[in-house]
């Protein structure tokens, strides 16, 4: 069994920031782990320019970001960047497996950062396993990795930022985009991409979800309904469109699986999509050797998961290396920065949840049952 | 709604109709659900099921969704040959 003094589950903006951030501290025993035969993660899809982040990347592709880290790695050979390296699980003696090259592994790290990312959700309604339904990112990948459009008509979703930027792409691509459609009564994405498509002349409706899909081998038409300010639909406001395609882009949920089984304690806080890892200001969880960052602890973007990987790979570092080194005040400069993100009204839901997911402090509730205990 | 053409669990083919039959039969934790019906057993390991069946229960129960229990999470998080697992012992 391979021993290392820190292994990163997950090649996307935190592990990548995570992984570049441990080695420049000082850490020399470095692997990551990228299920995916390309590293940066849904970076790679990111092809709007970030803003609104202050200092950190404001104006920048995700892209673009992507590679810029890749770049980094590459002059750095000490860290073990395997691609294609999936997790299968975290055990309990704190041991990490791994299929890799049709092979099996077990890794024994010091510390873990996990970086895992989220998965989709997904609605249920009538016909929604019809040819046609995808989510977000999905439609993403298809058209941003590899040039395919997904379809000509398309029904929207979810007007959070996701919903309203996909929506954009596809309008880029020629597609024709019918509607965007909300069940909350407020568009949750920033002004400035809402106004974009509204400016294309297409239609935002809040208070609207999705009665049914429509067609035989594919869809070819969605019925959409009103809901109430109870979220009950109303009757006889029903309305079908003809579209061949229906994205979703009703919400992410985070990546926890190996934290559940390297027993960290988690708690059900919906602000930052479900259920997530417990952890300390320095994002370490109830689990000591494990420590969470970037989407996998709650949904926020790519630049809190790069600044969140940076600030638990100086965690991981600060338990391991002797004591003395510069690595407290580096932690003080991260935390600033992430506060500064934070900052404001559009922070304000992040900062709620946080605090709901932050040890011992009013913390949601835990969900699960575990196979072995601490 | 039909519920026969609603799917919940993608991986094993489950309609709304069936889940809410075996809910109706007397299985109402998602541990019990996915012994009776495979339920999130599939290869996407209840990424997607988990997300909506945590929700039909709570609306039946009228209760939050965090008051639904989840099932236990094992590995391996996804499919693995044998041979991998047996590692060179396998090759002989």
Redesign the interface.
């Known amino acids: 069994m391979q021993k290392c003094e820190l292994a990163i589950v997950g090649g996307g903006p935190a592990g990548l920031a995570a992984a570049l951030k441990a080695r420049e501290v000082g850490l020399e025993e470095i692997y990551l782990l990228e299920?995916d035969n390309f590293l940066g993660g849904q970076l790679v899809k990111q092809t709007h320019q970030f803003f609104g982040s202050h200092k950190q990347f404001a104006g920048i592709r995700g892209i673009d970001i992507a590679e810029k880290f890749k770049d980094k790695l590459e002059d750095r050979p000490e860290i073990k960047a395997l691609k294609g390296a999936?997790?299968?699980?975290?055990?309990e003696d704190d041991v990490l497996?791994y299929?890799y090259r049709?092979?099996?592994f077990k890794l024994k790290p010091e510390k873990t950062i996990l970086a895992t990312g989220a998965?989709e959700?997904?609605l249920?309604?009538?016909?929604?396993?019809l040819p046609g339904i995808y989510g977000a990112g999905a439609v993403q990948t298809l058209m941003n990795q590899y040039g395919i459009v997904p379809g000509e008509k398309i029904l929207m979703i979810g007007a959070g930022n996701i919903g309203l930027i996909v929506a954009y792409q596809l309008l880029q691509a020629g597609i024709e985009v019918k509607a965007v459609i909300e069940a909350t009564g407020r568009i949750g994405g920033y002004a400035v991409h809402a106004s974009k498509i509204r400016r294309a002349g297409i239609p935002i409706l809040t208070y609207h979800t999705i009665k049914?899909a429509r067609g035989n081998e594919e869809v070819e038409a969605v019925v959409i309904q009103q809901l109430d300010e109870d979220w009950q639909t109303v009757p006889g406001t029903e309305q079908e469109m003809a579209v061949d395609t229906i994205c979703l882009a009703v919400g992410l949920?985070p990546?926890v699986?190996?934290a559940?089984?390297a027993n960290c304690q988690m708690a059900?806080v919906?602000e930052l999509g479900?259920?997530v890892p417990v952890r300390d200001k320095n994002l370490q969880t109830s689990n000591p050797r494990v420590y969470i960052a970037g989407d996998s602890a709650g949904i926020e973007e790519a630049t809190a998961a790069i600044l969140e990987g940076e600030l638990a790979a100086a965690g991981a570092a600060a338990d391991i290396l002797p004591e003395g080194s510069a690595i407290d005040r580096e932690r003080a400069e991260i935390k600033e920065k992430l506060a500064d993100l934070r900052r404001g009204p559009v922070g304000e839901h992040i900062r709620r949840g946080l605090t709901r997911a932050r040890r011992n402090q009013n913390a949601?509730?835990d969900?699960?049952?575990?196979?072995w205990k601490s | 709604?039909?519920p026969q053409?609603?799917?919940?669990c993608?991986c094993e083919d489950l309609t709304?109709a069936e889940v809410e039959e075996v809910i109706a039969e007397g299985y109402t934790t998602i541990?019990e659900i996915k012994r009776i019906c495979r339920l999130g057993m599939g290869p996407c390991?209840g990424?997607?099921c988990l997300?909506?069946i945590d929700r039909?229960l709570a609306r039946q129960r009228n209760c939050g969704?965090?008051?639904?229990?989840?099932?236990?999470?094992?590995?391996?998080?996804?499919g693995?040959?044998m041979?991998?697992?047996a590692?060179d012992a396998g090759e002989k």
Not at chain 1, 124 to 129: R, Y
Not at chain 1, 367 to 371: E, H, P
Not at chain 2, 5 to 8: E, F, L, V, Y
């Open positions: 299920r999936v997790a299968q699980g975290y055990y497996g299929s049709d092979k099996f998965s959700k997904m249920s309604f009538p016909n929604n396993d049914e949920t990546k699986d190996l559940i089984q059900y919906a479900g259920d949601g509730r969900r699960y049952t575990r196979s | 709604m039909e053409n609603t799917i919940i993608r709304l541990e390991r990424s997607t997300q909506l039909i969704r965090e008051e639904i229990k989840m099932p236990t999470n094992r590995p391996p998080l996804e693995i040959k041979k991998e697992l590692g």
